[in-house]
């Protein structure tokens, strides 16, 4: 398994932009699917992008979709996650996860092997 370490995170005022970093550990980065999933208080974990091993399929939810972008640098052991025009609403934890193997979709929690710790992102309106 990988490690994840997120970093980013922060207050940022609605219609603002913030990137989200997620460094792992060992040699094998480019062996896994990484994500992106974000979790508010009260509430489920949910899926917000992801993208293949070899960054060539990606997949952003509804949600986020035309504001979120998701990419990966695998000489740099890190997945990014570039957030543009924030709503009150994106406030949440956001966490990265590894996905050694792909089995249906990436957008479910069950899927992944590891995960970050998360970093707090919170929109202030």
């Known amino acids: 398994q990988v490690q994840l370490v997120e970093s980013g995170g922060g207050l940022v005022q609605a219609g603002g932009s913030q990137k989200l970093s997620c460094l792992a550990s060992?040699?094998?980065?480019?062996?896994?699917?990484m994500g992106w999933f974000r979790q508010a208080p009260g509430k489920e974990r949910e899926f917000v992008a992801s993208?293949?091993?070899?960054?060539?399929?990606?997949e952003i939810a509804d949600s986020v979709k035309g504001r979120f972008t998701i990419s990966r640098d695998n000489a740099k052991n890190t997945v990014y996650l570039q957030m543009n025009s924030l709503k009150p609403e994106d406030t949440a934890v956001y966490y990265c996860a590894a996905a050694r193997y792909y089995y249906m979709d990436l957008k479910t929690p069950d899927e992944y092997d590891s995960w970050g710790q998360g970093t707090q992102v919170t929109v202030s309106s």
């Open positions: 993208i293949r091993r070899s960054g060539g399929i990606i």
């Open positions: 060992g040699r094998t980065f480019s062996s896994y699917h």
